[in-house]
């Protein structure tokens, strides 16, 4: 296995710490400087302006974006670590733990003829 498929395999075995390390790196960014500074620096570099172009032109705004997903890894790597979500590695899914409630619907009654 080369490298690339070593670093995708550890990411789906281990998607909480991903989100714990993308919610991290996006907030001392944000921290660093402000989401439409990191817009202007990478107008600056060929590559960057490029996925700054292709962002802007499916109707996006990059420091918009930019902001939205610091939210969204920030709240999942939360919510993951507060209500004990588990990660099974056999199906790669992530569990909920057991509801320990009982169900709260109620019989209903047939239609009146």
Same mark, same amino acid.
């Given at each position: 296995?080369?490298?690339?498929?070593?670093?995708? *395999?550890? !990411?789906?075995?281990?998607?909480?710490?991903?989100?714990?390390?993308?919610? =991290?790196?996006?907030? +001392?960014? %944000?921290?660093?400087?402000?989401?439409?500074?990191?817009?202007?620096?990478?107008?600056?570099?060929?590559?960057?302006? *490029?996925? !700054?172009?292709?962002?802007?032109?499916?109707?996006?705004?990059?420091?918009? =974006?930019?902001?939205? +997903?610091? %939210?969204?890894?920030?709240?999942?790597?939360?919510a993951g670590a507060t209500m004990g979500h588990t990660h099974s590695a056999s199906t790669g899914a992530t569990m909920a733990p057991?509801?320990?409630?009982?169900?709260?619907?109620?019989?209903?009654?047939?239609?009146?003829?």
């Amino acid at each position: 296995m080369d490298k690339a498929q070593l670093v995708i *395999a550890w !990411i789906q075995a281990h998607p909480a710490e991903c989100w714990l390390v993308l919610s =991290a790196v996006l907030n +001392l960014m %944000l921290r660093l400087k402000s989401a439409e500074k990191w817009v202007e620096q990478l107008e600056g570099t060929r590559g960057g302006a *490029a996925i !700054i172009s292709i962002v802007r032109m499916v109707g996006v705004d990059p420091a918009g =974006a930019m902001r939205a +997903l610091a %939210l969204i890894a920030s709240a999942r790597a939360a919510a993951g670590a507060t209500m004990g979500h588990t990660h099974s590695a056999s199906t790669g899914a992530t569990m909920a733990p057991p509801s320990t409630s009982a169900p709260t619907s109620t019989p209903q009654e047939p239609p009146a003829p």
